[in-house]
């Protein structure tokens, strides 16, 4: 006998009534993102037949090219989020500052941060990619700039998500009692749990960088990858595979699905502008994802979740994924 499909909006309301606490304004919340999710992936499936691939002929604050469904995920983000009044304000990668709800819409609790479409440089190449998003509580009354509201630690975190437009769309989500995934039904147009409290090991034999940029590497990262390198008859004992999608939430998710460490470190190319991945929206939401599965993310000198942001596109390093692995580059930076 097939077992009873358990869709989102099930899983939430079980979810929250088990841990003793219904947030309603954080499950319409978490609807109506998964909802957008499931628009800018029909959006994506239709590839070169929807007119939605190359430039938009525009750039963001980041200094990238914008492709035309970074601009469209971004606007259906908007849209989906402006009316139902559980948000005081929204901050995305596309976006230079964060905004407020429109003055005609009643305000809520939470703040919603994202990163429409991770990886988009993959979108012409037909390469999976994804969004990612972070809902913080919002301050009772925002005083001074509205960015400041936003510029809390990832601790504070309320909720952290991607959905990944892949071979199948999934959603991967926390709202800080483990972390579950969705599969997409497309006839029904619902997400379907599919996988409850992922778990990554502590150990891995896989790692995600990009090794391009090795000759930029600091002594720590090298020493780690090379000894990744030397294999069974190297320092680590056991052999190494190397994957790297240039897409975090793809290489995240393989992490998160079968272990691995995932690295952007600081290195001599970054080092200015404090690394290449952003904070906010990228590394924090991730952040909390591997350790409520059971891993650690470091800058390779700090947890990322702890870190007091300063700005709201605030770039760090980022090094996460299996826990001994993750610890082991920490313990080299540390000159261990
Ligand atoms: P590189 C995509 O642009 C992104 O922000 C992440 O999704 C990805 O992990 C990384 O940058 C890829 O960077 O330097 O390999 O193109």
């Not at 409850?196 to 720590?220: G, K, M, V, Y």
């Not at 056991?238 to 999608?245: A, G, P, S, T």
Request: charged residues 20%; hydrophobic residues 40%; proline residues 5%.
């Amino acid at each position: 006998m097939p077992t009873k499909p358990v869709f989102l909006t099930q899983f939430l309301i079980e979810e929250m009534r088990e841990h003793g606490e219904q947030m309603p304004d954080l499950r319409l919340l978490i609807e109506v993102v998964t909802r957008a999710c499931k628009r800018i992936s029909i959006a994506i499936g239709k590839g070169a037949l929807g007119g939605v691939l190359g430039e938009a002929g525009t750039g963001n604050i980041q200094g990238e090219a914008q492709k035309k469904l970074d601009v469209l995920s971004n606007d259906i983000l908007m849209e989906a989020n402006e009316w139902g009044g559980h948000l005081a304000a929204l901050a995305s990668e596309e976006m230079d500052e964060a905004v407020m709800i429109p003055e005609q819409f009643p305000k809520g609790g939470y703040l919603l941060l994202f990163d429409p479409l991770d990886g988009s440089s993959n979108i012409d190449v037909n390469i999976s990619v994804g969004t990612i998003f972070s809902v913080l509580r919002a301050p009772r009354r925002p005083t001074g700039p509205l960015e400041e509201s936003f510029l809390q630690a990832g601790t504070q975190q309320v909720c952290a998500g991607y959905a990944l437009y892949g071979p199948s769309t999934q959603l991967v989500l926390t709202i800080g009692t483990g972390v579950h995934v969705f599969t997409l039904d497309r006839e029904l147009g619902s997400f379907v749990l599919t996988q409850r409290d992922l778990r990554i090991p502590a150990d891995t034999q896989e790692f995600s960088i990009n090794a391009s940029n090795a000759r930029h590497w600091e002594a720590p990262v090298k020493r780690y990858i090379d000894e990744c390198l030397a294999g069974k008859d190297g320092p680590r004992g056991k052999d190494f595979n190397m994957r790297w999608v240039a897409s975090m939430v793809s290489d995240v998710h393989r992490i998160l699905t079968r272990g691995g460490v995932f690295m952007y470190p600081l290195d001599a190319k970054t080092k200015a502008q404090g690394g290449k991945l952003r904070l906010m929206y990228e590394a924090n939401p991730m952040s909390m994802l591997i350790e409520q599965a059971g891993g650690a993310a470091s800058t390779g000198r700090e947890r990322i979740l702890a870190i007091k942001p300063g700005k709201l596109h605030q770039r760090v390093p980022v090094i996460m994924g299996s826990k001994n692995e993750v610890e082991r580059v920490a313990s080299y930076h540390a000159g261990g």
